[in-house]
């Protein structure tokens, strides 16, 4: 990855973490802490986790394509908590599957040019705002081979990395 591109932007490049819009409302001290990411950045790290020649995850048809493997589909379905506003339910659906520290570092893909790094603990609790775009989101952890795969229709898998 080339060390001189810009890692951020300003996080009002997406509109769902506006106060109107962010669900339960952005504090003023976990606002700093979700890092929009530049086009460039993402893109130079979907290339390096994600895929190297396809742009979103729905449009990967072949497994080669992926950087992904082992994709467990789990029972839990976010869907109707993300419908219903329920907050507290990536916290008690979510974190237990994993074993990621609320402290770690961690990607949020909505595609190869959309992205977000923050706290793990942050990713749960505005999980609604991160899903405002859920047409197959995936999620990874520089620290962790796991990465969490959040689709259409409410599905959710654990997957390897390679």
């Known amino acids: 990855m080339e060390k001189n591109i810009n890692k951020y932007d300003v996080l009002e490049k997406f509109y769902y973490f506006e106060n109107d819009y962010c669900e339960p ?45 082992n994709e467990i589909k789990k029972e839990y379905n976010w869907q109707n908590d993300w419908n219903e506003s329920n907050i507290d339910a990536f916290d008690k659906n979510v974190k237990n599957l994993i074993d990621w520290e609320d402290d770690d570092s961690v990607i949020f893909f909505w595609n190869k040019t959309s992205g977000i790094e923050s706290k793990w ?18 999620i990874f952890n520089p620290k962790s081979r796991k990465a969490i795969i959040l689709s259409t229709n409410g599905n959710l898998s654990l997957a390897d990395r390679l």
């Open 25 to 69: 409302q952005l504090t003023d001290v976990d606002k700093p802490e979700i890092k929009a990411l530049t086009d460039d950045y993402c893109a130079a790290l979907w290339t390096e986790y994600v895929s190297e020649n396809k742009r979103h995850l729905m449009l990967i048809n072949h497994p080669e394509e992926l950087k992904i493997k």
């Open 121 to 138: 603990a942050l990713i749960c609790k505005y999980w609604i705002s991160f899903l405002y775009e859920d047409e197959s989101n995936i």
